[in-house]
C-alpha cells in the first residue's frame, strides 16, 4: 500500500473558488474576513489579497476574471448551471486550506494530473473513474466507478486515510482509527462533510502489461439481440472480473446513417486478445456496421474509447441529462427510448450532434464481495449506468432536450416495476430523491444526518446533490429562530417549518 498524497494530494488542492452564495473564512483579525458563515457578494479581488494572501504560503495565487489563468482555472464540464465565481485562490501547501474554508463543490481538480497514466507507470494498478478527465478524489467521494472495480472494488474502497478540512477551518485525519464514524460517510456521500486534501489509498501490483480493447457499431436493427446478450453477459452479476467495462450509446453517426441513430459499443478487457475474444463470442456473433480491436498498455484506453481529455466525452459546454441505475436492462424499454430518440432529433437535428443515451455495465466481483453496510454507498446491488446527456448547442433546443432527459428517465425508472430508483450520484442531475441516492434504508440516512450534524452543523458543504438541500437549510434556520411552544408542543409556531427533520421532509 503506497501513499497517493504526493500524486493525488494536490487534485484536491488544486484551486478554491469564492462563489457568491458565500464562502466562510476563519480569519478574525481581517475586517472583510470575519468568522461568520458568509462573505459580502460584492467582495473584490485587491480585498481578498490584501486580507487573506498574507496568510497563505508563498507560491499561492489569488486572481480574478481579468487574470490570463481565469478561463483555465474556472473551467467546468457542464456550464449549464455555472457558479457565480467571484475570485479563485489557489493554495500553495495543504497546510492553507485549513485557513480557508469554503462552500462544498468549489474544488477543481488540476488538469495537469493524468490520473491513469502516472502511477500505472510508476507503481501499479490503482482503481480510479474510467474517463481521463474526472480524476481520482472527486469521483472517488461518490463511490467510484471504474475499470478495475470487478477486481479491487471502488476507488472509495480502497481509501486508507483522507486530510480533511472541515467547514470551521479544523484539519482532520479521517481513516479506520480516526474518526471512522466519517470515514464511512466519505466512502460514498464525502462532498457533504468537508474538503479532502489528501488522499491514501491502496495500489495494486501491476500484472497485465497490455489491455485488449473491442470497439463494435451495430445499426438499430440489432438492438434486441444486443441487449438480450448484455442481459446475459452480466447474469446477477456474474461478469468476469478482468472485464473491465462495456459501456456504449444511441448516438447519431452520418457516416453509418443520417436518419437513425447508431448503437456504438466498446469492451475493454484486463488482459490478452485471445482470453477476451473468447468471452466476447456472443457479440462477434452479432453481425457489426464496423468494428476495431487490439491491445494496449492501460493508459491508452481512454483515448482509444473516446475518454480521453480531448474526446467529446471530456469536453466543457452546456449539457442538460438525466441518469438512473439498473440491475437487469428492459428491452422493451430500450427500444422505446431509441425511437424516442430518434423521433426528437428528426424534430430538432440540433439536438443530434451533442447527444447520447448511455449505457454502463462494470464488472461487480470485487464490488459485491463487499459489506454494502460497510460505507455509505448504497446501490452495490446495481449493474447499469445509465444517462441521457445532450450538449445546448442553441438555446432554443435546451426546453425540448430537457424534455427528451426526463422522458427517458421515467422509462428508465418504470422499466424495474416493484423495484424504488435508484441513482449513482456521481450522475445525479438534481432533481431526484434524497433516498434514490443515498439509499432508502433509514438507518442509512439516520446516520448520514447525524454525521452532517456532528462534522457541518451549518450545512457549509450543500452545492452538489446535498444531505440537506437549501431550501430544508432555510426551514432549519426559521426553525431555530422560532422555537416551538413548549407550553403545548403544537409544533405550530411557524406554519410550514418542520420540528423534527427526517428525510421525509427533506424529499
Known amino acids: 500500500m503506497i501513499s497517493m498524497d504526493s500524486f493525488f494530494g494536490h487534485v484536491a488542492r488544486g484551486l478554491i473558488v469564492f462563489q457568491a452564495f458565500g464562502v466562510s473564512i476563519a480569519l478574525p483579525q481581517s475586517h472583510r474576513f470575519q468568522d461568520v458563515p458568509l462573505v459580502s457578494r460584492d467582495i473584490l479581488v485587491p480585498e481578498v489579497e490584501r486580507e487573506l494572501g498574507q496568510l497563505l504560503s508563498n507560491g499561492s495565487a489569488i486572481f480574478g476574471p481579468d487574470d490570463p489563468a481565469w478561463d483555465d482555472a474556472t473551467e467546468r464540464w457542464n456550464v449549464e448551471t455555472e457558479p457565480d465565481t467571484k475570485v479563485v485562490v489557489q493554495p500553495a501547501q495543504e497546510s492553507d486550506i485549513s485557513t480557508i474554508s469554503c462552500q462544498g463543490g468549489s474544488l477543481h481538480g488540476s488538469k495537469e494530473v493524468h490520473t491513469l497514466e502516472k502511477p500505472y507507470q510508476l507503481f501499479g494498478r490503482l482503481a480510479t473513474g474510467s474517463a481521463d478527465c474526472v480524476g481520482f478524489a472527486g469521483p472517488a467521494l461518490g463511490g467510484g466507478h471504474g475499470r ?63 489491455w485488449h480493447y473491442h470497439n463494435y457499431i451495430w445499426t438499430q436493427d440489432k438492438l434486441e439481440v444486443l441487449f438480450e446478450t448484455l442481459n446475459e453477459f452480466h447474469k446477477d452479476g456474474s461478469t468476469p472480473a478482468k472485464m473491465g467495462v462495456e459501456f456504449g450509446a444511441f448516438a447519431m453517426n452520418p457516416s453509418i446513417s443520417e436518419t437513425e441513430a447508431v448503437l456504438s459499443w466498446y469492451f ?42 480531448e474526446s467529446g466525452t471530456c469536453s466543457s459546454n452546456s449539457y442538460v441529462g438525466s441518469s438512473a441505475s439498473l440491475q437487469r436492462y428492459n428491452i422493451t424499454t430500450e427500444r422505446q427510448i431509441y425511437q424516442l430518440f430518434n423521433e426528437t432529433v428528426a424534430l430538432y437535428p440540433g439536438i443530434g450532434a451533442g447527444s447520447r443515451v448511455f449505457h454502463e455495465g462494470y464488472s461487480t466481483e470485487a464490488v459485491q464481495a463487499i459489506d454494502p453496510d460497510s460505507s455509505a454507498y448504497p446501490h452495490r446491488d446495481d449493474l447499469h449506468l445509465v444517462f441521457f446527456t445532450a450538449a445546448i448547442l442553441e438555446p432554443q433546443l435546451r426546453e425540448p432536450a430537457q424534455q427528451l432527459a426526463d422522458e427517458i428517465r421515467d422509462l428508465w425508472f418504470a422499466s424495474q416495476p416493484g423495484r424504488l430508483p435508484t441513482v449513482y450520484s456521481n450522475y445525479a442531475t438534481g432533481v431526484e430523491s434524497i433516498e434514490s441516492i443515498y439509499g432508502y434504508e433509514p438507518w442509512r440516512l439516520e446516520r448520514l444526518l447525524g454525521l452532517k450534524a456532528k462534522y457541518d452543523p451549518n450545512n457549509r458543504f450543500r452545492y452538489y446533490v446535498p444531505l440537506i438541500p437549501e431550501n430544508v437549510q432555510n426551514l432549519i434556520f426559521m426553525a431555530r429562530a422560532n422555537p416551538v411552544n413548549q407550553q403545548d408542543r403544537s409544533g405550530t409556531a411557524d406554519a410550514g417549518v418542520p420540528t423534527v427533520l427526517s428525510f421525509a421532509s427533506i424529499g
Not at 466519505?186 to 497485465?208: L, W
Not at 457479440?283 to 493508459?299: H, K, L, M, Q, R
Open 148 to 210: 478495475y472495480q470487478g477486481l479491487y472494488g471502488l476507488a472509495s474502497d480502497n481509501f486508507i486515510n483522507m486530510n480533511v478540512v472541515l467547514a470551521d477551518g479544523s484539519t482532520i485525519q479521517v481513516n479506520q482509527t480516526s474518526h471512522d464514524d466519517l470515514f464511512w460517510g466519505m466512502k460514498g456521500a464525502g462532498h457533504n462533510f468537508g474538503i479532502v486534501t489528501g488522499v491514501e489509498s491502496r495500489i495494486y501490483p501491476r500484472e497485465i502489461d497490455t
Open 268 to 309: 475493454a478487457y484486463a488482459g490478452p486478445a485471445e482470453e477476451a475474444e473468447e468471452i466476447l463470442k456472443p457479440f462477434n456473433e452479432i453481425e457489426a456496421a464496423a468494428e476495431e480491436s487490439g491491445d494496449v498498455p492501460y493508459p491508452d484506453i481512454p483515448r482509444i474509447q473516446e475518454m480521453d481529455m
